[in-house]
């Protein structure tokens, strides 16, 4: 529903018409977004194609697409069996991705003096080094 006012430079209203309709904000399933959302991840469509469409604005479609990538929408089953989308299929016997390994070097840049030290480093040694290498420099 909306508003429109007939006034005068004095701001005092002749007429004032209530327009009945949809307010533009229109209410769609979770489904219907993750529907328009995939229709515009197909190659070659463009964003503003799909938006007009759909009556929606490209934000929206925007918005829906991160919330699709992030999981908070679901792919129709419909959709997702499009050819331009792939399965994902995690084997339960793969083997565990190893820790990453302590470095075995640290460097630290102080200003044009590179200190580099190993890991397991002292670090009142650090210390000293870095606060040289600064009074080095002024």
Known sequence: MGFHLDGSCDGSVS???MIEGPSGRRQRAE???ARIA??????GMRVADIARKH????????NWRNKLRMGH???PESVASLPMFAELVAESGAAPVPPPRAPSEV????GDVVIRARAG????HLTRAIR???AAMS
């Open 15 to 17: 007429r004032l018409e």
């Open 31 to 33: 489904a219907e977004r």
């Open 38 to 43: 995939a229709e515009s991840l197909i190659p």
């Open 55 to 62: 009556g929606t604005t490209r934000w929206q479609i925007y």
């Open 73 to 75: 929408l679901m792919m």
């Open 107 to 110: 460097e630290i840049v102080v």
């Open 121 to 124: 480093a002292d670090e009142v």
């Open 132 to 134: 040289a290498a600064r």
